[in-house]
């Protein structure tokens, strides 16, 4: 019998690819071409599965396009490339990351709150300019982050993490909103207050987004809900992009109706919006929250989980749907 094919779309750590080979016929991607939707549809016309970034839109059109498709496993915890009720209609199952990255995740949300609040990167870029000739009393003070209320808006397991993260490490006050409340128990636990919207926007120190990209959120902080902010507040984002209007955040960076911001995902990225790039209290970081080479691999491990599971006629380890009428029938 032959072995399942399968598209990597984006380049991938050999070691997965070596074991992907041993389950699939493997078209991979390792010269990292950014594929249009009409190239990606045209190679996947002939696949059982695939494996895919958050870049690759998967939508109606293209399962139509191709019979044969039966999983795509994302890379990633996030699926707002997934058109999830094409994919469920469609028969295809959908899969993501989610848990392996949380720490890793929760880790840098942390560290660009710091960097953002301490202007690491402003002051960085002073010295390496040559600037630095005296110090002053004065010079790159910027936000408590001990001690100060740490507002969460979504608070599904990374913004759990970085609760923990703020309470135990930095005694910071947490405060949260979230579609749903925690169980008491887990509030508890991450030392974790729920509030309004409003009541976040307004006491909020730090704002940390780590809420999911879907229509309702977005642009969830549009420019009314930045005003609502502190002038001397901190707005982190580390979901997506388009849940911050950028525009207005660039405006209001500019006329410091808030004190900074740190970003590491943008609206249209990888462009990013040009009145960002023109303020100084603005930190910005390339969509690497993930990015550590052990939880990149952990990521990836988990993606060919799912593929060689489901194919193999196994449950997945990790579904974002259930399609009534599987185009794979399992055992
Ligand atoms: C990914 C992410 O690296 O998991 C997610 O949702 O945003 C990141 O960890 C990125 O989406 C890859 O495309």
């Not at 120190?205 to 005003?227: C, K, Q, R």
């Not at 930190?283 to 550590?292: D, K």
């Amino acid at each position: 019998m032959s072995k399942p094919r399968i598209l990597i779309a984006r380049k991938i750590f050999p070691e997965v690819i070596e074991r992907l080979s041993q389950h699939f016929d493997v078209e991979a991607n390792q010269d990292d071409m950014l594929w249009s939707d009409a190239e990606l549809t045209e190679r996947l016309k002939d696949k059982d599965g695939a494996l895919t970034t958050g870049t690759q839109p998967i939508g109606a059109e293209l399962l139509a396009a191709c019979p044969r498709l039966k999983i795509v496993a994302n890379m990633t915890v996030g699926y707002n490339n997934f058109d999830v009720a094409a994919m469920t209609a469609a028969g295809v199952l959908g899969t993501n990351t989610p848990d392996v990255l949380t720490e890793t995740t929760a880790d840098f949300g942390f560290a660009l709150l710091m960097a953002t609040a301490r202007r690491v990167t402003e002051s960085e870029h002073y010295l390496r300019a040559g600037k630095w000739t005296r110090w002053s009393y004065d010079m790159f003070a910027g936000t408590e982050v001990h001690g100060s209320t740490l507002g969460i808006l979504g608070m599904g397991r990374i913004g759990q993490a970085i609760a923990r993260r703020g309470a135990h490490g930095f005694g910071m006050n947490v405060i949260y909103h979230n579609r749903s409340r925690l169980a008491p128990a887990l509030e508890a636990e991450c030392k974790a207050r729920y509030v309004s919207k409003d009541e976040l926007l307004a006491n909020a120190d730090h704002l940390v987004l780590v809420l999911p990209y879907t229509p309702e959120s977005h642009h969830a902080m549009g420019a009314a809900e930045i005003a609502r902010m502190k002038p001397t507040a901190t707005l982190i984002n580390i979901a997506r992009g388009g849940i911050v209007d950028d525009a207005a955040l660039a405006q209001a960076l500019k006329d410091r109706t808030i004190a900074a911001a740190g970003l590491d995902v943008f609206e249209g990225e990888p462009a990013v919006n040009p009145w960002l790039l023109q303020v100084p209290n603005v930190v910005l970081t390339p969509h690497i929250a993930s990015a550590t080479v052990k939880t990149r691999l952990k990521m990836s491990d988990l993606a060919a989980d799912n593929l060689i599971a489901y194919l193999a006629g196994r449950a997945p380890l990790t579904p974002v749907n259930e399609p009534a009428h599987p185009r794979l029938s399992r055992n």
